[in-house]
């Protein structure tokens, strides 16, 4: 067995592999729980390399990219919010999991036998299975789940679609594993086995032979992701498609798939993306008599209602024709460049906050989180166009000021000091949608200064402190 320690960088042969699953239990074997690496943020470069990957082939067999824009910005942004509580502790699917482990496991398997790595790998897929089926087919797992269905486009991007609050309810179905499997070990197969499932979100992979009997493929998951009625609750599989062809919800892909949700939210607004259905439930409830319907609508599937059948009725899913146009911003190319810019500006921050989340109070921790979080969601209201968006946007940059000032972005400002002066003058630009941008403007031009003037000087100023 190699020494651990060695093993917490990860190798381009490496980092490749492990997205496909490939990894040898010899390399991916840990003692303790610490030692385990963060392989999901290790793969932050793959997820970009192969999107730019996805993209060429696309253009180069299509003659255009592999989805529009402002899918992928909003796909890519909860992927952003649902690791962002990962800064403050360690997950519900692990805490859980090691308490179980601690005060009620059965037998202690060996760490660093081959043996249990694979017996992990099974039981994470079939524990993932169990918890995918179901986060289908309880409607209150539902309102978290739906979030990744709700692109209306398929492609890399879509695997990053992901929800805030999921994890709350699928460490449940992982619980049985920490009877005998140490957490090293399930915290290496619990992320692999998220890791596999981004590839196979694209269109641009057919059919894969013989591996389409074993393996969830993009085929299959294609037919996951559809709309169409033969599409809807199945291939629920994570790695091994074997699952849904032991348990039933195995279906091949045949016409043409449509994807997103049976009932479009049409929305880049990153809020809207991961809680809607919570409001629909809490709507649904109040208007549904009697305590066991009540109860119903939160347990029962989605499509459940008072005389209908646990899943509700197939029939009542809407048809699809195949030629349903998706939904996209009705914003302009200059406003959509300005929004690609800002998302790159904040993706940026994003990944040096989690490099120096060490060594960061956690204060400036949650500061920067709300931070991110403003940002997407100023984004979210530019794309869908919302009446508000430019009072939000000029909140946002004064918000961005602020922070500057108190030092909580501090870090940030030597690599972004050129993006800092360009959110200054967009405070000011859009100054009449902002009362509080303006009566401050007002206030300078009332001491007899001339207020682009005095900016300037007071950005020079603080460049060179």
Partial sequence: MKNPEAQQDVSVSQGIRMMFYAMKPNETSFETLEEVPDYVQKATPFFISMMLLELVVSWIHKGKPSGPLDDALTSISAGVLSRLPSWFSRSIELTSYIYIWENYRLISLPWDSPWTWYLTFLGVDFGYYWFHRMAHEVNIMWAAHQTHHSSEDYNLSTALRQSVFQLYTSWIFYSPLALFIPPS??????????????????????????????????????????RNRYCVDKNFAGTLIIWDRIFGTFEAEKEKVVYGLTHPINSFEPFKVQFHHLLTIWTTFWATPGFFNKFSVIFKGPGWGPGKPRLGLNEEIPEVKGEEVPFSSAASRLLKTYAVVQFALILTFYEETYTDKAVLSQVTLLLRACFIILTLTSIGFLLDQRPKAAVLEAFRCLVFLMLCRLGHLKSFLPSLSFAFEISRQNCLLLAPACPLVESRSMSRKSKGKDTWQSIHGEMMNNYLR
Wanted: hydrophobic share 45%.
């Fill in 185 to 226: 070990v399930y915290a290496v197969h619990l992320q692999f086995n998220l890791l596999y499932q981004f590839w196979i979100h694209t269109k641009v992979i057919d059919n894969l032979g013989p591996l389409e009997l074993i393996l969830n493929t993009p085929s299959h998951h294609r037919v996951h992701h559809g």
